[in-house]
């Protein structure tokens, strides 16, 4: 009996330790810049400011930020710290609802709430219909970093961006990352978000960055005897609009390499619509690195070819297309790619 009492009494305590979920879904937003669709969280300020993810908002153009209030506001990023993988952005206004900061610092083995719109870059429907934005998952604190909180809150693309919470309900970090291995997702501690708002204050320049991808791929090479290889590309952009890139080829199945092939090129990105449905198209100049000389399977080699020329693409849904050709039309190329696994770092 007395044991049974115990037990009713832990749970009591446990359940009062639970914030409400309903005010840490109240001051989520979901953010959206181009094709980009994260989580934000509405900062205790005494103007309408999101807190957010860098990588989210590191394209240029105005962010739409949709509340649970059901209304769709405009804002302007007012601040970036790529190292840090934060921003701030503006609104004209904002919810009544507004994230209350923490004013301690989390200690490890402590509880902590994580709400984001997981996998949600479009309304779900069907069986997922009213599922996937503002969700909540909790875990407990594994480390205190000097940027990052490490945490076992499940995260998941769509949470970045949107905020953490303790067990109190305090706003204590934003979303930034996770690794493969379960467990292991990251958060900006709150006090670099302050340091971010101080600055807004001391007016200070925002940061030019951009981020850093690895896409694998298939190519085809050649005119009149078009021959396939793999191909693996890394690419470093400028707030999504300009764009270098190296790719590398290896050899296909119907053809072989005398030398690996190395590809550079550099080029404009522009990003039409927005959310899952935007369409990022491309135009640059490409110039092979390395010999391009293919030796095909019946052991015909062919024939020496211009090795740069103007390149055109576009990406849609994780997926990209491109087409590299010279003015004189006597070299082409294409190549197929994959946002896997993608981002890979912000700078």
Wanted: net charge negative; hydrophobic share 40%; proline share 5%.
């Amino acid at each position: 009996m007395i044991g049974a009492s115990l037990l009713a009494l832990a749970v009591v305590a446990h359940a009062h330790d639970v914030p409400d979920v309903a005010d840490m879904t109240s001051v989520t937003a979901r953010v959206v810049q181009g094709d980009s669709v994260c989580a934000g969280v509405w900062l205790d300020l005494d103007t309408p400011i999101v807190a957010t993810a860098y990588h989210c908002v590191a394209g240029t153009g105005r962010v739409r930020i949709l509340s649970t209030d059901g209304q769709t506001r405009w804002g302007q990023v007012l601040r970036r710290s790529a190292g840090h993988d934060l921003a701030l952005v503006a609104a004209d206004d904002g919810p009544h609802a507004r994230a209350r900061l923490a004013d301690r610092a989390l200690r490890q083995g402590e509880h902590v709430y994580a709400v984001g719109h997981p996998l949600a870059a479009s309304e779900p429907s069907g069986y997922l219909a009213g599922t996937l934005l503002w969700s909540v998952s909790d875990g407990v604190v594994s480390q205190v970093g000097s940027i990052a909180v490490q945490h076992t809150a499940p995260l998941a693309p769509g949470y970045s961006g949107g905020p953490l919470f303790d067990e109190t309900g305090a706003l204590v970090g934003i979303h930034s990352r996770r690794l493969t291995a379960p467990g292991l997702s990251f958060s900006t501690s709150l006090e670099h978000v302050l340091t971010l708002v101080n600055s807004v204050e001391e007016g200070r320049g925002r940061t030019l960055g951009g981020t850093v991808s690895l896409r694998p791929g298939l190519g085809s090479f050649g005119v009149s005897s078009p021959t396939t290889y793999g191909t693996l590309e890394l690419e470093l952009d400028v707030r999504k609009r300009l764009w270098v890139r190296i790719v590398g080829g290896a050899s296909g199945p119907d053809v072989e390499m005398a030398w690996p092939m190395w590809e550079g090129a550099v080029g404009l990105r522009q990003i039409v619509g927005r959310g899952a449905n935007a369409l990022a198209l491309e135009i640059g100049w490409s110039e092979r690195l390395l010999s391009s000389r293919f030796r095909v399977a019946d052991g015909q080699s062919l024939p020496e070819e211009a090795t740069s020329g103007f390149t055109t693409g576009l990406r849609f849904r994780g997926l990209g297309w491109r087409a590299n050709w010279t003015p004189s039309g006597t070299w082409a190329g294409f190549n197929v790619s994959l946002d896997w696994p993608g981002t890979l770092t912000v700078y």
